[in-house]
């Protein structure tokens, strides 16, 4: 029989926002390679007894699909756990550009994201009928580099909802770039560990974030969000349950 990887996207952190079809390939994994420096460990609870487990923090990419590449030999099924949702800054290409080469068989099951467990957590609509129809994903350029044309100044112009990962530990410089298009009174909010229990919420406005969360304890596991969105003036409804309005499942009133 073939092993497999199965990249497991393995939430924002609370286990109850594991999808179903995660939670039975983590049950049914041979091994798991879980992200330890991210990936909440509670998760591992849902392992079978006699499942082979590695924290991938202390490996690099050689070792990991070297762990993967003998096990699948093998016959097992190798669970790679990501945080989050792995399409979304969850190096997992690399890795399947590895398999591929070993014509290792893989799958990718997608998890909620941490922007989302955040936007839950701030209890906001990201997308609020003319306020903002756009979410702009980014990060600030570290070690990683960047596109030039995708800098978060460049970005700014659209005046969009932002929604900007690993960038907390520079966040003076996060706002400096924003500043170039966002008013300095643009509603901001730093969301740390969305779905823990040790979840952190920071508000505030662009003019005043960085100070506050400066002053907080927060340097890692955080999002940046900004714009109209998170503290609009007046709520613009939708047209989808307006009673005047005509779609495919519903007249609307005259």
Known sequence: MDGKVIFIG???GDPELLTIKALKAIKDADVIIYAGSLVN???LNFAKDDAEIHNSASLDLGEIIDIMDKKT?????VARIHTGDPSIYGAIAEQID???KRKILFEIIPGVSSLFASAAALEVELTLPEISQTVIITRPEGRTPKPRSEAISK???HKATMCIFLGVHMIDRVVEELLNHYPPNTPAAVVRKASWNDETIIRGKLEDIADKV???DIKKTAIIFVGNALKPDKISYSKLYDEKFTHEYR???D
């Not at 030999?73 to 099924?77: A, L």
């Open 10 to 12: 393995g939430g924002p």
């Open 214 to 216: 400066k002053k907080s």
């Open 98 to 100: 590895n398999l591929k």
């Open 73 to 77: 030999n093998e016959g097992q099924i």
């Open 155 to 157: 970005l700014a112009k």
């Open 41 to 43: 460990k509670e998760v």
């Open 251 to 253: 007249k609307g009133q």
